[in-house]
């Protein structure tokens, strides 16, 4: 269950705008929910399998005690990590997480959000779908470039994204302001013409953290942008609105 965890926070809270978690487990699927507090990022994410320790729906709050724990040296080694749960209303469900080092002389609880509450804090957002006219695998090249530009035009929280015959550019600034532009990708097929712009901060975080070999960003003439990152333990699907 470890790593799981490790994948969740690795996927969530280390990008800096992924404060909660919400998990939908089942016999045959283990979901995992989150949005940014100000909406501008929604991840729906899927494990590779499903995990047992993980049936019901539950929160994850303070994703940082939850790292901390799965991080502390005292845990480092033969270690126990265990579900705690409790009977309500007839149903045994998850309550949080035990944790103790091999001596048994260092432990921690980390509890869970009950449904009510991550229902509350994190209300079900759909996603309907919309058409991807452009699909692009970046590389570890594009995302240091696009890194660079976001130095250089730190006073820009926004970027335009538009195709170019075959070449995807991402714009920084415009006519009346300091500015820049680089080829993010070539080779794209589809076309991108409508002035949606993105932001920044978040989506250059996600790419920073992406396995550049199972990563694919998708863009729509719509007004949608998803990055998909696969870990090998689960899938995680980013959507990030356009901004007008």
């Known amino acids: 269950m470890k790593d799981i965890l490790q994948d969740i926070v690795s996927h969530t809270h280390n990008l800096g705008f992924l404060n909660i978690v919400k998990i939908t487990g089942t016999d045959e ?30 929160g994850m709050p303070q994703l940082n005690k939850l790292k901390y724990n799965l991080e502390c040296p005292e845990y480092k080694e033969d270690a126990t990590i265990e579900l705690m749960t409790a009977d309500r209303n007839g149903e045994t469900i998850p309550i949080g997480l035990h944790f103790e080092n091999k001596a048994g002389d260092f432990k921690n609880d980390y509890r869970f959000m009950n449904t009510e509450i991550i229902n509350e804090k994190l209300k079900s957002t759909t996603f309907r779908g919309v058409k991807w006219d452009v699909e692009v695998n970046p590389t570890q090249s594009s995302v240091q470039r696009f890194s660079f530009q976001a130095a250089a035009n730190s006073e820009h929280a926004t970027f335009l ?4 015959g075959d070449k995807l550019k991402f714009t920084f600034g415009d006519m009346s302001s300091h500015g820049g532009e680089f080829i993010f990708a070539i080779g794209v097929t589809g076309t991108l013409n409508k002035a949606w712009t993105w932001p920044v901060a978040p989506i250059l975080s996600i790419l920073k953290i992406a396995d550049v070999n199972n990563t694919t960003m998708s863009l729509s003439n719509e007004g949608a942008l998803q990055i998909t990152l696969d870990s090998g333990l689960a899938v995680y699907k980013y959507i990030i609105p356009a901004l007008t």
């Open 29 to 58: 699927t283990t979901k995992i929910d989150s949005m940014a507090d100000d909406r501008t990022v929604v991840m729906f994410g899927e494990t590779a399998n499903p995990q047992p320790e993980m049936i019901g729906v539950f």
């Open 161 to 164: 994204a538009k195709t170019d």
